[in-house]
């Protein structure tokens, strides 16, 4: 297994250095935009959110901007509009100035859960933390053969799991990368035969060998 566990971050490394994406989000300093973003990403398209989140930060620059609007009504495009909600939660929080670096300061906002809080700490205040999305879990289940549960997304061992598999060093690369090789080569639809981990993939070796 650590053989396993090496080879597959390594692998991933290697594979973000060509294929990593830059969204508009992951370069941003602003804090209020990069936690606006993780929002509209939650169930919306990295490439729908992308041209929506353009439109936002140019619209809101600070959370003040945005409270003084009487009805943003900024999902509307993006569907889901109670998440108008979280934004202006989140809003109010930061205009308190309250510091937001723990993730039990993020988790105190109504709406934002465990996988938002970890992304924004490693992704973008750049904070070793473990994301787990139906994505990771797609990734992990299949390279290492986990049985699929729903119940993943809560269990200590596996939480474990991808706490010990997420590097040290490069943790926010690292992140991104396994965000985006879900997205594109391990998808819902494996590119299995174009992906450079098949050679000890639990699934490659189960259905193509
Ligand atoms: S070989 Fe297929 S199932 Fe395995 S990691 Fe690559 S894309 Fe996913």
Known sequence: MNQNIEYFRRKILEWSKENIYEFTWRTTKNLWHVMVAEIMLQRTRANVVEKEFIKFTKLYPTPESY??????????NLGLPEREKIIEQIAWTLQKKKILNEKAHFLEIKGVGN????????????????????NVIRVYTRFFGFEKSSRLYT???????????????????????????????????PKCLNCPLRRKCYYYQRNFL
């Open 155 to 189: 269990d200590k061992g596996f939480f474990n799991f991808a706490e010990q598999i997420t590097p040290k060093k490069n943790f926010r690369r690292y992140n991104f990368a396994l965000l985006d090789f879900g997205r594109e080569v391990c998808s819902p639809v």
């Open 67 to 76: 409270l003084n609007v009487e009805n943003p009504n900024t999902f509307k």
């Open 115 to 134: 996988y938002t809080a970890a992304a924004i700490r490693s992704m973008h205040l750049n904070m070793r933390d473990t994301i787990i999305d139906g």
